[in-house]
């Protein structure tokens, strides 16, 4: 069975501001890793995934996430953050032989002028 | 355009009362999904569906029921068993290996 932590519930940052957005998973079994971005109201929108290959991610809005496997971590980042990025963001796994997702509890970024 | 539709944006039920929400899909996906979202939960899967005719639960499936009859179509009825069903209800979608897709999500609110 797979899990995921997202040990920051919120995360206050200043426009400009570099974030990161940790996220770390347990797991018995080799594991796909994505993250999604939920504006008020709103279903998810997927940000960026991890399949296979290359461990550093793009994803879409400018955030890249990183595949750690010896940390079992795959934080998010941006270098540069907008008014606009204010939402709540979710980590999830899923293992090699199911589609099911398992989320974590999300972390919602609020951006700050 | 392809996407998941979810309707009602809100609902309301009085209590006592069986509601069905609806989802469909224009992705010709084979997967369906129902989450519940909780403030400070995040998404806890209610059932999902791999094929047309054929679902299982999820984590917390009791007080629920659903239906596969279209490839499109996924409706979750929650019904009177449910104690607590005030929530935020999404439906997603998704082809074998694949990520999964969203709708917009339904509000569901008792009187």
């Known amino acids: 069975a797979q899990s995921v932590t997202q040990l920051d519930s919120q995360v206050p940052v200043f426009e400009e501001a570099p974030v990161e957005l940790r996220c770390n998973y347990s797991?018995?079994?080799?594991?796909?890793l994505f993250w999604y971005v939920q504006y008020p109201n709103q279903g998810l929108q997927l940000l960026l995934k991890?399949?296979?290959?290359?461990?550093l991610v793009k994803g879409i809005n400018g955030f890249e996430a990183e595949f750690n496997k010896s940390q079992t971590s795959f934080h998010l980042r941006k270098p540069s953050v907008h008014i606009s990025d204010t939402a709540e963001y979710f980590c999830?796994?899923?293992?090699?032989?199911?589609?099911?997702?398992?989320f974590g509890t999300g972390t919602r970024l609020q951006v700050f002028p | 355009d392809g996407g998941i539709t979810q309707s009602p944006k809100y609902l309301f039920r009085k209590e006592g009362q069986n509601v069905t929400l609806s989802c469909e899909q224009n992705?010709?996906?084979?997967?369906m999904y129902w989450y519940r979202q909780d403030p400070g939960q995040g998404l806890r899967l209610i059932y999902y569906?791999?094929?047309?005719?054929?679902?299982q639960k999820g984590d917390i499936a009791e007080g629920y029921s659903v239906s596969r009859e279209k490839k499109e179509s996924f409706p979750l009825t929650v019904t009177s068993a449910q104690k607590n069903p005030t929530a935020f209800y999404l439906c997603?979608?998704?082809?074998?290996?694949?990520?999964?897709?969203f709708g917009p999500g339904t509000r569901l609110l008792v009187l």
């Open positions: 997603a979608s998704s082809i074998e290996g694949g990520s999964e897709y």
């Open positions: 797991s018995s079994v080799s594991v796909y």
């Open positions: 991890y399949l296979s290959g290359s461990t």
């Open positions: 999830a796994v899923s293992g090699y032989n199911t589609d099911k997702l398992i």
């Open positions: 992705l010709n996906h084979d997967a």
């Open positions: 569906s791999q094929i047309v005719n054929d679902f």
